[in-house]
């Protein structure tokens, strides 16, 4: 007799699957496309200079950073130089431990995380919390923690305050 997990997914099973793959699919591509419209910006990006803006004095090492962002440390660098160039980020080694370096939001990419937020968090909205009601965005949110903790020990980036940045953007792990 086969064992069960080994069984192709079917009924139940398969439409959660389906369901859940194909937001996996959309909702980045809906992110994504808005963001570069409007901010000039990838959700990638996005999360990276969201990430910093959270961050005590706007700073992270970049293998922090890489980890928020479920990224290799070479296409971080690669973001973060893009957003360097703009004078959004600003790259130096770690004082305190040149093994490492540290990313740091400028004043600049400061004032481009508040322009690009609103836009960001309209259409999170539009399409991730308000389908829901209050008790389904839990339910969403306990869920999403508990596939979380199967791919990984570690919690990932989490906003500083329950209320995220200056209560404007709702932007979890940096995913990222």
Do not use: C
């Amino acid at each position: 007799m086969p064992d069960p997990v080994d069984a192709p997914l079917s009924g139940e099973d398969l439409e959660t699957w389906s369901s859940l793959a194909t937001v996996l699919e959309w909702l980045p591509a809906a992110l994504d496309a808005q963001l570069q419209r409007d901010a000039g910006l990838s959700h990638f990006e996005y999360g990276v200079l969201y990430a910093l803006a959270d961050a005590p004095d706007r700073t992270l090492r970049m293998s922090v950073l890489a980890g928020y962002a479920n990224s290799s440390l070479s296409r971080l660098s690669r973001a973060v130089a893009r957003l360097e160039s703009t004078g959004w980020v600003r790259r130096a080694p770690d004082a305190t431990d040149g093994r490492y370096t540290l990313a740091t939001l400028t004043d600049l990419g400061a004032e481009k995380v508040d322009q690009a937020s609103p836009g960001h968090v309209r259409t999170v909205r539009r399409l991730v919390l308000d389908p829901l009601t209050q008790a389904q965005a839990r339910q969403v949110r306990e869920i999403s923690r508990r596939i979380m903790r199967a791919m990984r020990d570690d919690e990932g980036w989490t906003p500083s305050s329950a209320a995220g940045r200056a209560g404007q953007a709702v932007e979890g792990a940096v995913r990222p």
